[in-house]
Nanobody
Framework: VQLQASGGGLVQPGGSLRLSCAAS????????MGWYRQAPGKQRELVAV???????NYTDSVKGRFTISRDNAKNTVYLQMNSLMPEDTAVYYC?????????WGQGALVTVSS
């Protein structure tokens, strides 16, 4: 499985961004896709995940601000990020899990700054 992420950038506090991650290759119909992030000097942490049946889970700090969704026909997962705060600044990594293992995309840098 190959993952291609896009959509990072620089945004002011309170602004919005949408990340996308397209999976290609041999895709199992049952999988979990998600987003993790790693801020400078910190460990990588889970942001949000979504199953192929669209069950979701979010880390507490983004609940009510971020929304994860997916288009199974396109094998693509999205992360809509609203009300961004400076502490959301990080490299965001797309993640795909299935019975064979875990796959990671390249990071997308999100910088929240005025």
């Amino acid at each position: 499985v190959q993952l291609q992420a896009s959509g990072g950038g620089l945004v002011q506090p309170g602004g919005s961004l949408r990340l996308s991650c397209a999976a290609s290759g041999s895709i199992f119909s049952s999988n979990v896709m998600g987003w993790y992030r790693q801020a400078p000097g910190k460990q990588r942490e889970l942001v949000a995940v979504i199953t192929s049946r669209r069950s979701t889970n979010y880390t507490d700090s983004v609940k009510g601000r971020f929304t994860i969704s997916r288009d199974n026909a396109k094998n693509t997962v999205y992360l809509q990020m609203n009300s961004l705060m400076p502490e959301d600044t990080a490299v965001y990594y797309c993640n795909h899990k299935d019975l064979r293992g875990v796959y990671w995309g390249q990071g997308a840098l999100v910088t929240v700054s005025s």
